[in-house]
Structure formats: structure tokens, C-alpha cells
């Protein structure tokens, strides 16, 4: 890293390791908070690792909500971030597979969908791809609406640690190649483990570079 990036990834740790505050989940777009902060959003498929990575960003152990049922995070769960805040983490529903009625898996798609595409305060979006399986439709669905909203998005490899290096990089390259087709789509791709704390930093310093921009 540049002197530049390393400074700030030692103010990014200062920020996510302060404070941390869960503020309130929104089943329904009238719960949203008053747009008064800027905003990071993580979106990806049910067991992507999504609450682990942000537990793992903000080093708590259970902020984030953990579960073996893919597809128990239902609704938009918002945190504070910074004393005072600087600005929120929002923890989207996972998409593709959910242990759920059809009718409740579509409003939860509504409900994002509607969310990504009015929210003022959202900086960028975070689409997790888990490592061991590369992009799936249901990812590629996803980038494409955020193409098509203008939402700017960064790819986030997750559980990097549960494969093997060269399978690691044959996923990071052709996930990269697809990646360059998609208009939104930031440039850097971020490989992460929540578990082992690999890419970690980076990322920390990655969103606190964005809601500063």
C-alpha cells in the first residue's frame, strides 16, 4: 500500500473497531431511517458469509445476526458506525435461496430493489461472492440491476480461506472478466475471509474511501 492507503487503513481500523451500534431493522420501506448518513450496503446470496464478514469488519462477535438457515435476515438491518456517527452499515436480505414462501422471498426482492435504487444516502453497495462457487445467476441479476439503477458496487470474495490458492485465483479472474462487462462495477475486487481476517483491512479502508467520496 501507498502511504496514502496505509493511513487510511490505520484510521479505517480506529473507526470499525469504536463504536458500533445496531440502530433498527426496516421490514418495509416506511421503517427506513431519516437518510441523515451516508451508507454502505452488503448485499449477497443466502450463506454467502455476509453477517460473519461484518462482524468480522467491525471485530464484534455477534452485531450481524449468524445463521445456519440460509435466509433468516428478512428485512434491512441498519448499524451506526463512529462516536459520533460517521455513517451506517446496512445489512441487506440474502437473495436466491430462502427457506420461505415464495410471497415473502418476493417482497423481500421488492423491498431491495425499491431500496437500491431511491436511497440518497447510499454510497456504495458490497455484492459478496462466496469463493468456493464464483458468480451465480442470482449474482449476476443482482449486478445487473445495480447497473441499471447506477449503483455503484464493489465485488467482495468471501470464506477465501476454504479453497486452495490456485482455485482461489482461477475464481478471482473470471469473476474479474465478467466483472468488466458491468458498467457499475468498482474496478477493485476485494478477497476477504471473516475467519482468518484476510482482506479485511483493505476493505475498511475501501469504505471508509467511500463515504468520503
Request: avoid cysteine; charge should be positive.
Amino acid at each position: 500500500m501507498t502511504p496514502e492507503e496505509e493511513q487510511l487503513a490505520r484510521e479505517a481500523s480506529k473507526l470499525f473497531s469504536g463504536r458500533v451500534e445496531f440502530l433498527l431493522s426496516a421490514p418495509q420501506l416506511k421503517h427506513l431511517p431519516d437518510p441523515d448518513y451516508p451508507e454502505i450496503a452488503f448485499a449477497g446470496r443466502s450463506n454467502v458469509g455476509k453477517s460473519s464478514l461484518i462482524n468480522a469488519l467491525v471485530q464484534r462477535k455477534a452485531i450481524a445476526r449468524t445463521s445456519v438457515t440460509p435466509g433468516r435476515t428478512q428485512e434491512l438491518n441498519f448499524f451506526e458506525i463512529g462516536d459520533p456517527t460517521l455513517f451506517r452499515l446496512v445489512d441487506m436480505p440474502g437473495y436466491g435461496f430462502a427457506k420461505a414462501p415464495v410471497k415473502v422471498v418476493e417482497n423481500w426482492r421488492k423491498l431491495v430493489r425499491t431500496f437500491l435504487r431511491g436511497r440518497v444516502p447510499l454510497r456504495r453497495t458490497l455484492v459478496l461472492i462466496d469463493s468456493r462457487h464464483g458468480l451465480k445467476d442470482v449474482d449476476r441479476d443482482m449486478m445487473t440491476m445495480l447497473d441499471e439503477a447506477a449503483v455503484g458496487y464493489r465485488l467482495v470474495l468471501t470464506k477465501a480461506d476454504k479453497v486452495k490458492a490456485s482455485a482461489l485465483e482461477a475464481v478471482r479472474e473470471k469473476v474479474a472478466s465478467e466483472a468488466r462487462k458491468h458498467p457499475a462495477a468498482y474496478p477493485q475486487m476485494h478477497v476477504t475471509s471473516a475467519e482468518k481476517g484476510m482482506g479485511l483491512e483493505e476493505l475498511r479502508a475501501a469504505i471508509l474511501s467511500d463515504i468520503r467520496a
